[in-house]
């Protein structure tokens, strides 16, 4: 805070347009924001590896194509 007293004084901390509890509320919430389209994309690409390493043992235990 100290550097940005003399190299960025417009910036909002040091202006005192808000404190460092409305910026980490902000940061959460981004952090948050951020984590939603992850999740959307990330879960049904592991989803979809368990079911495939499920089907794979599945047909090994029955006399399928043994692993090497």
Do not use: H, Q
């Not at 005192?16 to 389209?37: D, H, Q």
């Not at 990330?42 to 090994?60: D, G």
């Amino acid at each position: 805070l100290e550097v940005d007293r003399i190299n960025k004084p417009d910036r909002p901390l040091i202006t005192g347009e808000g404190s460092g509890g409305e910026a980490w509320t902000l940061a959460w919430v981004l952090y948050v924001a951020a984590l939603i389209p992850t999740w959307w994309i990330f879960v049904p690409i592991v989803a979809s590896m368990i079911l495939l390493t499920l089907v794979c043992i599945a047909r090994a235990a029955r006399g399928g194509r043994k692993f090497r």
